[in-house]
C-alpha cells in the first residue's frame, strides 16, 4: 500500500494481527515478516507503540493478555523515519483491534457483611446500589449475614458508607474474586 495513497502522509507500511493472550501472559508482539525486512529502529518503533497504544486501548481501558503480530511491513529507504512508524501504528492497531473485537474485564470482591438485626434495608440497598449480586443472607437472633460478590471499584465505598449504616456496629470482610465481563449500560 501507498501511504499518499490512503491519506495517512506515513511513509510506512504495517498490518497487524491481534489475537486473545494467555490469561495473565500480559502483552506479546510477534513476527510473521521476513527478518532483516525492516530496519531495527522501525521495528523497535512498532513495538514500543503497539505496548503503549494497548494501555489505553478502544474505550480507554489497559488491554491485557493480548498477543499482536506483525504481518506486514514496508517503508521507503530515503524517506521512511521511526517516526511515520509510531505514527502509523496506532492507525492499524485501531482497526485490528476493531476487526478482532475485544471484551472489557473488570475485578471483583467476594465480600460478607454481618450487619445488626434493624440496619438489614439501609446495607442491602446500598450494596446493591454499588452493584452488588448477593449469594445468601442468613439472620440470627442478633445480626444478618450478607453474602455476594460486588465490582472492586466499589469496595471502598461501602466499606466508608457501612459504619454510618450499622451505628458501628457492621463487620466487612472482602477478598478478590475473579474477573468478570463488564455489561453494557
Known amino acids: ?47 514500543e507503540t503497539v505496548h503503549a497504544s494497548m494501555r489505553t486501548g478502544l474505550t480507554g481501558a489497559t488491554v491485557t493478555d493480548y498477543r499482536v503480530v506483525l504481518v506486514r511491513s514496508g517503508f521507503v529507504g530515503p524517506l521512511s523515519t521511526a517516526a511515520d512508524f509510531r505514527g502509523l501504528t496506532p492507525i492499524v492497531l485501531r482497526r485490528a483491534l476493531e476487526r478482532a473485537g475485544t471484551r472489557l474485564f473488570e475485578p471483583f470482591h467476594a465480600f460478607e457483611a454481618e450487619i445488626p438485626l434493624d440496619a438489614l434495608a439501609p446495607v442491602t ?29 466499589r469496595v471502598r465505598e461501602v466499606e466508608l458508607r457501612l459504619p454510618g449504616l450499622t451505628h458501628g456496629e457492621g463487620v466487612w470482610w472482602s477478598r478478590p474474586s475473579g474477573d468478570r465481563e463488564l455489561k453494557p449500560h
Open 125 to 153: 440497598a446500598q450494596l446493591a446500589s454499588a452493584g452488588a449480586e448477593f449469594t445468601g443472607t442468613t439472620g440470627g437472633t442478633t445480626a444478618w449475614l450478607i453474602t455476594g460478590e460486588l465490582p472492586a471499584r
Open 1 to 47: 500500500e501507498n501511504p499518499w495513497h490512503l491519506g495517512t502522509r506515513y511513509w510506512a507500511t504495517i498490518g497487524l494481527r491481534v489475537e486473545p493472550g494467555e490469561r495473565g501472559s500480559g502483552g506479546v508482539f510477534a513476527y510473521e515478516t521476513e527478518l532483516g525486512a525492516l530496519p531495527r529502529a522501525f521495528h523497535q518503533a512498532v513495538e
